[in-house]
C-alpha cells in the first residue's frame, strides 16, 4: 500500500505487516517489563531500539528493489571485508570475538551479513536460469559458506547457523531439486549426528558447544550446571498452565530461577504468566506476519525480490522455531532471541531492516504496462 | 543474453517458486502445531507435576533451632547459659571471585583476621554453594562489632550474623560435672535424630550436658519462607516456633564445689560429695581442670594439643574415671563383713605383731606400724588402721565372700551416676582373676585385697557413694547431680526420677553401729589417724583414712617419701560423713601421689565437711569440742 500525504511524496509501507509487527512489540514490551523486574529504565532502551528498528524498516521501505540488486555486490565484499576485520581488530565480548568497534558506534557485522547473504544468493540466481545447475548451485553454496564459516569461528554458532540457513532458503526456493534438498539434509543431520555425539567433536566444537549438546539430550544430568536453564524453563513453563500465573506473578521468573529471562529464554516468563492462552497469542500474531511475508514474497516482482521476500520470512520463523524449540527442551541450547520479544540489540535492528525490504518489495511494484 | 533467458522462464520461475513458498507455508504451519503440541504437553498435561517442581524451587523448609536449656545449681546459680555471639560471615557470589583476597585484607585493617581464619574460610568456601554464608571469623568482640558495622556499607555480601553459644560463666568450675557441648560430629549424626537436630550446631558431648541432652535440647521449630534463587529469603509463609530445652537444676552448690577445688588446686585429684540422704552430688571435683568453653566453638589444636599432652591429664574425669586402690578406706566395711559372715565379733581381739604371715609361708605381710599394733579389736583396728587384724581377717573370709559382700556397696559396679563414661573399678574374685589371666587366685592377694590393694580398685565416686550408704545404715542412693527440670515457657518445675533406692540388709543392725562407731574413733579417739581434724570440732565426723601404694615396697624395705620421685608417693585418701547422727555430707577425697591419707587428704575433707555444715546449711553447734 502506498500511502500519500501529498501528490509528490508517497509513503511506501505495508499496512497488514505493520500491524503485525506493532501488536508484537507491544505484546513484547509487555512481557519484558514484568521479566526485567518492572525495570522502566530497561523498557525506556527496548522502546529505544524498538523506535531505532522501525525508523531503519521504514527507511528501507522507501528503497526500489531494483537499486538495491545494484549494491549488492559491493554489501557481499564489504560485509566479507568487516568480518576479517573483526578477527583483526574486533573486540571481545562474552568470550567471543563479535563486536567491531567504529569508534562512535560498536556493532556485529554478522547481524548485517543476515541480510547480505539472502540478498547476495537471490542476485546471483535471478541471473541465472532456474531451477539452478549445480555448477550454479556450488558458487551459491561457496557464496553462503564463505561467511558462515568466518562467523562460525567468531564463535557465533547461532548467527552462523541462521545466515547457511537465510542462504540456503533462497536456493530452496529458487526450484533446487527436492531429492537433493532431501539427500543434502539427510547427510547434513547425519554428518551433525556424527560430530555430535563421537569423539570427533573434541576436535571441531568449542567445550561449551559439546556441554550443550550433553545437556540436551540429559538436563538431569548436571541439574545445577549445564542443566539449569532447561531445567528451570521447563517448570516455568509448564507451572503456567493453562491460563498462567498472572502478569509480574510468575515466581520462576521473580525468584531469578529462570536464568537469562530478558533475552534468550522470555518465552520461558510469558508462558509462565501468561499460560497456554499467552503462548497461543504470540503464535497468531508470528504466524499472521509469517504469512503475510509468504504473501509478500508470492506477489513481488522478479525473480530478486521473491528469492529475498522468501528468505527474510522463513529466516523470521527460524528464529522463533529455534528459540521456542530450545526453551522448551526439543533443541539444544542455541542463542537465538525470540523475534521482537526478547530484550537486546541488534537483532531487533537487523530483523526490522528485513521486513522494510519485504514492503520495499511490496510497494515498489511496477505496473505492467510500465 | 541475460534478458532472454529470464524471460523465457519466467512463468515456469513463478509456478516453481509458488509452489516452494506454499510447502514452505505448510511446513511453518506443521512446526508451529508441533510447537503448540509441545507446550499442551508442558503446561497442560504435566502442569501438576512442573507447579510442584516451582513450588519446591520457591519455598523452603527452614529449621528454628531451639534455644538449650540453662543449667543452674541447687541455689539457682547460672552454670550453663545462651550467650549472643557474632561471626563475620561472607556470601561468595557477592564478592567478585578475584577481588576476595583484597576484601579480606581490607577487613583485616578493621578487625584481625589470623592465618587460620583464613584457612579455615578457603575450606569451607570449596564446600558451600556460592549463595550460602562462609564464616570468616568467629567471637567477635562487642567492639569488632561496632567498628564494622559501621563500616558495613563498604563490604557488599559481608554480614554479621547472630547466633546463641554455650557459654559457661564459672569457667572451669563444676566443669567435670557439667561437661560441654561441641560440633556435632559423624559418631553423633549416627544416633541422633537428624530432623531435630537440623539446625542446630552443638550436642553435649560429655557430663551433664550429655546425659541430659534430651531434656536440654527441646524441639526443632521450623518456617517455610519463600526464597529467590539465591537463597536469599523474601518472606515467611508458615512458622512453627521452636519448643526451647527444660532448663535443669543440680545438686550441685556451686560455692561448695569451687571451695573444694580451691583447696585441690595445684594437686591431681578428686573429690565427691555426697548428700547421704537424697544421693544428691553436692560436690563433683576432679583437678586439674579445663575451661569447657574452649570446646564451644570447636577447640583449636593447639589448646587441644596441650590438654591432652599436659602432665596432669586434665581431660580425665578422675571423679568418675580415676580408679585408685581405696587402701585403708574400706577397712570399716571389711570389718563389717567379719561381722556379717561371723568371722569376728566387733570386740574380738586379734594379736598385732606388725606382720602377718600365711601359715606355713615365710613371707612377711608388713603392718604400717612396724612395732604393731598389740591386741586390736574391731573399733582399735579401724580407729589406728591395723593392717594385720585385716590382713587375718581377710584370710578367714575368702576373697569371695570378701568381694561379695563389698559388692554390696556399688564396690565393682557403676554407681549409676547421672554422666557417662563412669567406669566401674574392681572388686576382684578367684573367677574374675581366671577369666581375666588364666591364672589360680594365690592366698596372698586375699590379704592385700583385705586393706584394699592389689587388684581392688574403686573410684571416688564409689567411695563417696559406699561412705553415704554406711552413714544412712544400708539405704543406698545412686549419686545424682540433676533433680529438677523446668519448662523454660511455663516455668513449670518438674522433678528428675532418680533411680529408687535400696537396702543393704546386713544380720544384725548393731554391725552398722559398730562401723560407724569405729570410723567416729578415727576422728574423735585419742589414737585415730586423723584426730589431728576432730580435735576442735564441734560436731561428730565420722572417717576413714587411706594411703594406697603406688609402687610395691620391697621386702624388709621402708617406704621412704623423700627418696622416692613425686609420681611413686602414695595417694592419700579420706572417706568421711557428718554429723554422724543426722548426715548432711558424706564425701571421699584422693589427692595423688598426696602421701598418707591423714595429712594430705583429710585436712581437705575436714573443711570441706566444715564449710558446708557451717557457711551453706548454716547449722549452729556448740562450740565446745565433741569428745567423747
Known amino acids: ?370 | 543474453m541475460l534478458k532472454k533467458i529470464l524471460l523465457k522462464n519466467a512463468w515456469r520461475e513463478y509456478l516453481l517458486f509458488r509452489d516452494r513458498v506454499l510447502v514452505a507455508w505448510l511446513i511453518i504451519l506443521l512446526l508451529l502445531l508441533g510447537l503448540v503440541l509441545r507446550l499442551v504437553f508442558l503446561q497442560v498435561l504435566d502442569h501438576e507435576h512442573f507447579t510442584t517442581l516451582s513450588e519446591n524451587n520457591r519455598l523452603k523448609i527452614l529449621p528454628l533451632p531451639p534455644p538449650r536449656g540453662l543449667i543452674y545449681d541447687r541455689n539457682g546459680v547460672v552454670l550453663a547459659e545462651n550467650q549472643a555471639t557474632y561471626s563475620l560471615e561472607i556470601i561468595p557470589e557477592q564478592v567478585p571471585k578475584d577481588g576476595l583476597e583484597d576484601l579480606l585484607e581490607q577487613l583485616n585493617t578493621i578487625l584481625p583476621i589470623s592465618d587460620d581464619d583464613r584457612k579455615r574460610f578457603y575450606k569451607y568456601l570449596k564446600h558451600k554453594r556460592r549463595f550460602e554464608p562462609v564464616p570468616l571469623r568467629y567471637k567477635l568482640t562487642d567492639a569488632e562489632v561496632a567498628r564494622f558495622s559501621v563500616r558495613s556499607f563498604e563490604f557488599p555480601g559481608v554480614n554479621i550474623n547472630t547466633r546463641l553459644t554455650r557459654f559457661y560463666p564459672l569457667g572451669k568450675t563444676g566443669n567435670h560435672a557439667l561437661g560441654y557441648v561441641g560440633r556435632i560430629n559423624q559418631q553423633d549424626l549416627k544416633r541422633l535424630d537428624t530432623s531435630e537436630y537440623s539446625g542446630t550446631r552443638n550436642i553435649g558431648k560429655i557430663g551433664v550436658e550429655k546425659y541430659y541432652e534430651d531434656v536440654l535440647h527441646g524441639r526443632v521449630g521450623l518456617q517455610q519462607v519463600e526464597t529467590n534463587v539465591r537463597g536469599r529469603i523474601l518472606r515467611v509463609v508458615k512458622r512453627e516456633d521452636p519448643i526451647p530445652g527444660d532448663n535443669l537444676y543440680l545438686n550441685l552448690d556451686i560455692v561448695l564445689q569451687r571451695f573444694a577445688e580451691q583447696l585441690l588446686e595445684g594437686e591431681r585429684g578428686a573429690l565427691v560429695a555426697l548428700e547421704p540422704t537424697t544421693g544428691g552430688v553436692l560436690a563433683l571435683v576432679s583437678v586439674p581442670h579445663y575451661d569447657p568453653n574452649l570446646f564451644v566453638n570447636g577447640i583449636d589444636h593447639k589448646s587441644y594439643k596441650e590438654l591432652l599432652q599436659s602432665p596432669g591429664k586434665p581431660l580425665l574425669n578422675r571423679a568418675i574415671r580415676g580408679q585408685y586402690p581405696p587402701g585403708s578406706t574400706i577397712k570399716a566395711f571389711v570389718g563389717m563383713a567379719g561381722m556379717e559372715y561371723n568371722q569376728r565379733q566387733a570386740h574380738q581381739k586379734t594379736w598385732c605383731p606388725g606382720w602377718y604371715s600365711l601359715p606355713g609361708k615365710e613371707h612377711k605381710y608388713r603392718d604400717w606400724k612396724h612395732s604393731g599394733h598389740g591386741h586390736v579389736n574391731f573399733y582399735h583396728a579401724v580407729e589406728q588402721s591395723c593392717d594385720v587384724y585385716f590382713y587375718t581377717l581377710a584370710h578367714d573370709l575368702g576373697i569371695n565372700r570378701l568381694s561379695n559382700f563389698m559388692q554390696r556397696f556399688s564396690f565393682g559396679h557403676l554407681t549409676e551416676i547421672d554422666i557417662s563414661n563412669e567406669l566401674p573399678g574392681l572388686m576382684p574374685t578367684r573367677e574374675w582373676k581366671h577369666r581375666r589371666y588364666n591364672l589360680a587366685w594365690y592366698p596372698g592377694e586375699t590379704l592385700i585385697s583385705g586393706i584394699g590393694q592389689g587388684f581392688v580398685l574403686a573410684t571416688p565416686t564409689q567411695l563417696a557413694m559406699a561412705t553415704a550408704t554406711l552413714s544412712m545404715r544400708g539405704k543406698t542412693h545412686h549419686p545424682r547431680l540433676a533433680f529438677m527440670r523446668e519448662a523454660a515457657e511455663t516455668r513449670t518445675l518438674q522433678t528428675i526420677p532418680s533411680r529408687a533406692s535400696t537396702q543393704v540388709e546386713l544380720r544384725n543392725e548393731d554391725f552398722w553401729t559398730a562401723a560407724i562407731e569405729a570410723m567416729q574413733a578415727v576422728v574423735h579417739g585419742a589414737r585415730g589417724t586423723a584426730r589431728k581434724q576432730g580435735a576442735d570440732l564441734p560436731y561428730r565426723m565420722a572417717g576413714k583414712t587411706g594411703t594406697a601404694q603406688v609402687i610395691n615396697i620391697e621386702q624388709n624395705a621402708k617406704y621412704d617419701a623423700d627418696k622416692l620421685k613425686k609420681k611413686f608417693h602414695d595417694h592419700a585418701l579420706f572417706v568421711a560423713f557428718a554429723p554422724v547422727d543426722d548426715p548432711k555430707i558424706a564425701l571421699a577425697v584422693i589427692v595423688e601421689n598426696g602421701g598418707s591419707g591423714s595429712s594430705a587428704a583429710a585436712p581437705i575433707a575436714r573443711k570441706v565437711i566444715d564449710f558446708y555444715l557451717r557457711q551453706r546449711l548454716q547449722l549452729e553447734f556448740d562450740e565446745a569440742p565433741a569428745g567423747h
Open chain 1, 1 to 370: 500500500m502506498k500511502v500519500s500525504w501529498n501528490t509528490s511524496h508517497t509513503l511506501h509501507l505495508d499496512v497488514l505487516l505493520l500491524v503485525g509487527l506493532i501488536c508484537l512489540s507491544f505484546y513484547g514490551l509487555i512481557v519484558l517489563y514484568s521479566a526485567d523486574n518492572q525495570s522502566t529504565a530497561t523498557l525506556i532502551r527496548q522502546g529505544v531500539r524498538l523506535g531505532l528498528g522501525f525508523t531503519v524498516m521504514l527507511v528501507l521501505a522507501q528503497i526500489r528493489p531494483e537499486h538495491i540488486m545494484r549494491w549488492v555486490p559491493w554489501l557481499y565484499a564489504g560485509g566479507i571485508a568487516m568480518l576479517l576485520a573483526v578477527f583483526v581488530m574486533g573486540t571481545v565480548g562474552k568470550g567471543a570475538q563479535r563486536w567491531l568497534d567504529l569508534g562512535i558506534v560498536r556493532f556485529q557485522p554478522s547481524e548485517l551479513m543476515k541480510l547480505i547473504v539472502p540478498m547476495t544468493i537471490a542476485l546471483y540466481l535471478s541471473e541465472r536460469p532456474l531451477p539452478p545447475s549445480y555448477r550454479h548451485i556450488v558458487v551459491a553454496l561457496f557464496l553462503v559458506l564463505l561467511p558462515t564459516m568466518l562467523i562460525a569461528k567468531q564463535p557465533d554458532l547461532g548467527t552462523s547457523l541462521l545466515i547457511a540457513a537465510s542462504g540456503l532458503f533462497v536456493l530452496l526456493l529458487a526450484g533446487i531439486n527436492w531429492k537433493l534438498v532431501v539427500g543434502t539434509a539427510i547427510s547434513l543431520g547425519s554428518a551433525a549426528i556424527l560430530i555430535a555425539l563421537t569423539p570427533l567433536r573434541e576436535k571441531v566444537l568449542h567445550a561449551y558447544q559439546i556441554r550443550r549438546i550433553d545437556t540436551f539430550l540429559d538436563p538431569e544430568k548436571d541439574p545445577l550446571g549445564a542443566g539449569y536453564h532447561i531445567i528451570q524453563s521447563k517448570i516455568a513453563i509448564g507451572s503456567g498452565g493453562l491460563y498462567g500465573k498472572g502478569w509480574q506473578h510468575g515466581t520462576q521468573s521473580h525468584l531469578e530461577f529462570l536464568p537469562e529471562r530478558n533475552t534468550d529464554f522470555i518465552f520461558a516468563v510469558l508462558s509462565e504468566e501468561f499460560g497456554l492462552v499467552g503462548v497461543l497469542i504470540l503464535f497468531t500474531i508470528y504466524f499472521f506476519i509469517l504469512t503475510r511475508g509468504l504473501f509478500i514474497a508470492m506477489s513481488a516482482q522478479g525473480t530478486f525480490a521473491r528469492l529475498l521476500a522468501g528468505s527474510i520470512t522463513l529466516t523470521f520463523f527460524v528464529y522463533i522455531f529455534v528459540n521456542i524449540g530450545m526453551v522448551t527442551g526439543l533443541l539444544p541450547v542455541v542463542g537465538l532471541p525470540l523475534p521482537l520479544i526478547s530484550y537486546g540489540g541488534t537483532s531487533i535492528v537487523s530483523l526490522l531492516a528485513g521486513f522494510g525490504l519485504l514492503m520495499g518489495i511490496h510497494t515498489h511494484k511496477r505496473l505492467l504496462s510500465e
